[in-house]
């Protein structure tokens, strides 16, 4: 994996195989309507995502709970930094329970913004959300990507205990860089910690992580950080291309070549995920996961997952 040189700080030109879709479908449209009438928030539209109109035509679209306003600032990302002032939105899983159900999915993505100003992250919310679909729409399979939850196990565990399927942290980037990428209170061992505490508490739920490349880091480095995802249990990956969302961001580095993709793809799955999605427009809610999952949950040879707060915790995964 190529690495530029670090006095170069203008962007590398756009690559050929770097293609973006129009939005050209009426899920898109009509996915684009609900959004406006409820106030809902995209993680697709705050993070500048560059498959917005690939999944949102497909009619998938990953809902970011919480408000728009983190308080963390990570310098990869575009999501707005500040103190929401503990503000919640209390009718949240009301509106998002309704547009599920409009929607008509059976595969739902959540995901956050940090809420360091609430004592539990925000956990409680997130758990309210996700049992308002199951009311709404109890066939509905749903896979969250949480913040660190400020490291409180029992912040994760509430979030467990509404059934989840599939239970997400990014680690973002190698161990190396991540102090320049991450904010501080974002750190590798913290991530690989929840990770663990999500499998110990949970060991049936999945658990997924996402890796950014184009950073600097060298395929060695991207190799020990699958292999140090795979120690804690996770069981699902993805890849994608880094891109800044401005100037102020941190700096690009490379363009990584889809060969380079495939090659770690084909590594993440000998090191034992069973799914790893890589590629340059990957993301950690990339709908090529959604599928995977679904097709794996509902296939004949899949023991059903029986999950709810009584008896779900230890147990031996199916």
């Avoid at 756009?14 to 973006?20: A, G, N, Q, R, S």
Wanted: one cysteine or more; a positive charge.
């Amino acid at each position: 994996m190529s690495i530029l040189s670090p006095k170069q700080n203008k962007r590398p030109s756009l690559p050929e195989w770097f293609k973006i879709r129009p939005p050209t479908t009426e899920a898109f449209a009509k996915i684009k309507k609900q959004l406006a009438v409820t106030g809902l928030k995209t993680v697709c539209e705050e993070a500048h995502c560059p498959n917005l109109a690939e999944c949102w035509s497909g009619g998938t679209a990953t809902f970011m709970l919480l408000g728009e306003t983190c308080t963390r600032g990570c310098r990869f990302c575009a999501v707005k930094t500040g103190n929401p002032h503990q503000e919640i939105d209390e009718m949240e899983p009301w509106k998002l329970a309704q547009s599920v159900k409009k929607f008509g999915h059976d595969y739902v993505v959540l995901t956050m913004v940090a809420r360091d100003d609430l004592e539990d992250g925000g956990a409680a919310h997130l758990a309210k959300c996700i049992r308002a679909i199951h009311r709404e729409t109890p066939k509905v399979l749903v896979e969250i990507l949480i913040s660190d939850l400020r490291g409180k196990e029992l912040s994760l565990q509430t979030v467990l205990e509404s059934r989840p399927v599939v239970l997400a942290h990014n680690i973002e980037t190698i161990d190396r860089l991540t102090k320049f990428v991450r904010d501080g209170r974002a750190n590798y061992a913290q991530t690989l910690q929840v990770l663990t505490n999500a499998k110990k508490l949970a060991p049936h739920i999945y658990t997924k992580s996402s890796i950014m490349l184009g950073l600097g880091e060298t395929e060695e480095e991207v190799v020990q950080t699958m292999r140090d995802l795979r120690a804690v249990g996770v069981d699902m990956l993805t890849l994608g291309q880094y891109l800044p969302p401005t100037p102020g961001h941190v700096a690009l580095k490379e363009y990584v070549h889809p060969d380079q993709f495939a090659k770690l793809e084909t590594i993440g799955l000998e090191l034992g995920f069973i799914y790893v999605a890589s590629g340059p427009l990957v993301r950690s809610s990339y709908r090529a996961g959604e599928l995977f999952v679904k097709n794996l949950l509902n296939s004949p040879t899949q023991k059903p997952l029986e999950i709810s707060p009584k008896n779900s915790y230890n147990q031996p995964k199916p």
